[in-house]
């Protein structure tokens, strides 16, 4: 068999990796949108090097935009095989899939205004929500260490991977006849999607991989180590404090709306619960955190030992007195013009498109206000440029924007286990000289050139970071 690397490919979105047995299957793990690209997001969504006619299933590993935004697409030009993946993954991916099409119309209807103005050719969305509806009815959901037949020769078994609600390890036995022998081989293939911490604050730990022939793993931050949660959440509360406190100032969060958003709104409830947190109001602004934090209280049973033990005494973790969400669009806007201090938490996390870039915009030239980062953000996007100490001007919305607020950022509440984290597992679950090879994905060339060095330290050989486009037999 082959695999090809079409997306996540030395860099940090649009995860995609095409598997082809020798009997012909064409398996996808993940399809995801490139997100964060500025000029080349476009090119790079459309043109996606392979016929979807002739993709016979996708596997997908969870449901962020980076590695599901590009089903709709798919079916759009001619797929109609079975998409699996966790049942969590498939009820976030039918409110995520349906944001992604919303938030392209209004991208697109921007644009086409000024390409109008310019005489130049106009865009069309890469789908709209009725191809999101036809997508979504592809959905088999499998539920974690089920092993599952999806061909005669191709078995699939989920593993929690701790990353988001839903999230898996794809772990796959493919069945191949092999010229040396008289039966069937058997090759192992473990498919990381993308791994979270030893100790969320919300999400059960990775769980064991099942040993592999081949590893195909992320490296989002296989260059760095987080700090522990406990530090996190005393750093945030002191964000609040200063900013809010005694600057009397807006704390804008700029948060992905599944996932990132729960986990901090944990924190704050739980900081709620024990008196800590400064009386101050807290708004959710983003119609997708509300829908998607309903999931995550229809799946609390996948969530770690400490929230199920908060909900002893707190039957709602996501929710307290001060906290409101947000969804009617005009509420968002008065937050604006309402002086008072409040924690705004807003998607988008890179502050690419979304409620947050507007508050952003509103905001960054007050110096009594803070913008706060809480993930990683590619180095294309305006949540990556916002962090530049020397950059003094940023353009928002073609607008230059005097920079007078606070930025920081705070490591400790990503989603992503570092380094250290990631081998960790792997020194658990795998015997490394059992491992034929292994691929390194989704991360930036320098991250991925030492997330290298620290798996050949750990005993890994035939170690590949493969650029997009690159096909490999397996």
Sequence with gaps: MTIQFLGAAREVTGSKHLITTRSGKRILLDCGLYQGKGQETERDNRDLGFDPEKIDCIILSHAHIDHSGLIPYLWRQGFRGDVYCTPATRDLCALMLQDTAFIQ??????????????????????YDINHVQHAMKLFISVDYDRRFRVFDDVFLTFTNAGHMLGSAVVN???????????????????????????????????????????????????????EDSLVSEQELLGVVDDTCVYKKGKLIIPSFSVGRTQEIVYVLNQLYNNGSLPHIPVYV???????????????????????????????????????????????SKRLNTNPDPCIIISASGMLEAGRVKHHVANHIADPKCTILIVGYCTPTSLGARIQDPNRKWISIFGFDHKIKAQITKIEGFSGHGDYS??????????????????????????AQSEYKDHLYESGFRNITIPAKGETFEL
């Design 105 to 126: 119309a209004q991208d697109v209807k921007w644009y086409n205004k000024k390409m109008d103005r310019l005489h130049q050719p106009k865009i069309t969305p890469l």
């Design 172 to 226: 796959l036995e493919i069945y191949e006849d092999d010229a040396n022998a008289k039966s069937k081989v058997c090759k192992r293939i473990a498919f990381t999607g993308d791994l979270g911490r030893l100790h969320s604050h919300i999400l059960p730990s990775p769980q064991l991989i099942p040993q592999c022939d081949y590893l195909i793993c992320e490296s989002t931050y296989g260059d760095r180590l987080h």
């Design 285 to 331: 602004d983003s119609p997708l955190s509300f829908n998607a934090t309903q999931v995550f209280r229809m799946y609390t049973d996948e969530l770690n030992e400490d929230v199920r033990e908060t909900m002893r005494f707190d039957p709602d973790p996501f929710g307290f007195n001060t906290l409101h969400y947000i969804t009617d669009i005009n509420e």
């Design 421 to 446: 984290e990631m081998l960790d597992l792997f020194k658990r679950s795998l015997r490394p000289e059992q491992v034929q090879r292994t691929f390194i994905v989704h991360g930036e060339e320098s």
